[in-house]
């Protein structure tokens, strides 16, 4: 049998403070966007950017709940997972079952905070130009 995990032991590390309040901020910058037409581009920069730092936590998140990555690589080391999950799963069926390794962990990682990094700069991008008046959102 794997490791007990404690009660409220997702609230123990790094990330406690961030993920509880993930409804609460969209929640806000939402209203704040009706509420305030000109503002947004602001609220969804905001909302967008706080979101996608959260998918890059809450993978790390679950790699420390399993005790990290060498003991996750142990727990799934005889399985394999589809790759072609989510909103494109019916464009790829041919894709093989990958086995879960190291550099596969890695290359999770590097996607999720590839997408954190991005969508935090595209969204400062999209204002800065808003603000120059090149950018309009509703086109």
Known sequence: MGKAIRPGSIMVGRTPWLLPPTNLVIATMSCFGLWIPRAVLFTDMVSNSYF????????????EEF????ALLKRFSKETFRVNT???CCYCRCLPRVP?????IFWMKLGALQYAILKTALSIL???????GDFNPSD
């Open 86 to 88: 989510g909103p494109c």
């Open 52 to 63: 996608a730092v959260v998918v890059y936590k809450v993978l790390v998140l679950l790699i």
């Open 67 to 70: 005790g990290g990555t060498d």
């Open 100 to 104: 879960l390794t190291r550099r596969m």
């Open 126 to 132: 999209s204002v800065i130009l808003w603000t120059n």
